[in-house]
């Protein structure tokens, strides 16, 4: 790829084939037309109203929980990013559709309190988001996730946030209350310290040092704050593990956690696209480490592997990060939620789990 066709502030430059399609626009013949099939890499917004927004985790490597997403798509670009795939569902690619087309879910504040409502509902932690993060850029004009979090303290519901944003912390006053009833756990992903890496990986995310920052602010507030090491990319940013542990555990962290990335689906192509354009003297290394951390394939979809991985790589990062976390956040944990605030608006409780 020639430098003037990369589209800066994107992570994938190019939509790979969307399996759900039968037909699509594509360029074969570019010496034959009078003009090139332009792509517009602005960011769209499309306005969705589901009858449903909470959905049941059903993989045994998360444990019992939910998951709420107000946003598909998303604006940060990470390059890794396994929800890609889910975007071809909504008939967009997952490379640059994913980043640029983003899916707004405006009653998404009251779907939750209606799905809250039902009878048979069961109290366990909202991850919100587990698809796409729910701080991603047009969360500050469109406060969806303010007003989720609006509803789960209304319901005295538990939930727990992940995100790369600092815009989290327009949120503090909500967090608080929640935290005082023992119903948040935050989660910030912290994948590299280096600023130029983060730039290339996850181009429209906030700095290391802002969310170093927001985990510093977090913490000095009271509220249980884990960093996530994650992905890790084998031969890209492992060497950085305990750095970022030690870092986050200097800034307040309670808890640290990981996972080595997987590349499934049309993730696998719009990576190897990516690093082979952008670190073309690492990519091999790289591609070769990662599949043998999941049974010689990029991809893997099997329970109880998938997260951490198998082989030599795998054992060595796991090793790294037990070490350092033993040595930096020694006798640190997340405290529990408390499931028996839980009540509706009618003040009845039920479904406490």
């Known amino acids: 790829m020639k430098a003037e066709e990369f589209i800066k502030g994107r992570g994938a430059q190019y939509n790979p084939a969307n399996p759900y399609l039968k037909q699509e626009y594509v360029s074969e013949h570019v010496e034959g037309l009078d003009e090139p099939m332009l792509s517009n890499s602005s960011t769209e ?17 998360l444990g019992l929980s939910y998951s709420l997403n107000p946003y598909q798509g998303c604006e940060h670009g990470c390059i890794y990013c396994y929800a890609r795939n889910t975007h071809q569902y909504w008939g967009y690619g997952a490379g640059l559709d994913f980043e640029r087309k983003i899916v707004v879910k405006e009653n998404a504040a009251e779907t939750l309190a209606r799905q809250l409502e039902n009878k048979n509902w069961q109290v366990m932690p909202i991850m919100l988001a587990g698809n796409t993060d729910c701080y991603q850029p047009i969360e500050a004009k469109k406060k969806l996730t303010r007003q989720i979090l609006e509803v789960l303290l209304q319901y005295r519901h538990p939930v727990s946030i992940i995100t790369k944003n600092a815009l989290i912390l327009r949120d503090l006053d ?15 992903s912290i994948t590299t310290l280096d600023e130029k890496l983060r730039q290339k990986l996850e181009p429209r995310t906030a700095t290391a040092a802002k ?16 960093v996530m090491v994650a992905p890790v990319i084998p031969g890209l940013n492992d060497s950085e593990i305990p750095q970022i542990i030690k870092q986050a555990a200097a800034a307040g962290a309670c808890n640290a956690a990981y996972t080595i ?27 070769r480490q990662i599949a043998d951390c999941h049974g010689g394939q990029l991809s893997d ?8 991985g198998e082989g030599k790589f795998a054992e060595a990062i796991a090793n790294l990060f037990r070490m350092s976390k033993q040595k930096y956040m020694q006798h640190r944990s997340t405290k529990p939620y ?16």
């Open 211 to 226: 969310r170093l920052e927001v985990v510093r602010q977090l913490t000095a507030a009271g509220l249980p704050v884990n």
């Open 301 to 308: 979809s099997r329970f109880g592997t998938r997260m951490r």
């Open 45 to 61: 917004f499309f306005k969705e109203y589901p009858k449903k927004i909470v959905n049941k985790v059903e993989s045994p490597d």
């Open 174 to 188: 909500l967090l608080q209350e929640l935290n005082k009833l023992d119903l948040v756990h935050v989660n910030i």
């Open 261 to 287: 990335v997987r590349l499934n689906g049309n993730v696998g192509p719009i990576f190897e696209d990516w690093i082979r354009e952008t670190f073309p003297e690492k990519a091999e290394k790289v591609l």
């Open 338 to 353: 408390n499931y028996s605030h839980f009540c509706t608006r009618s003040g009845k409780q039920l479904g406490l789990f």
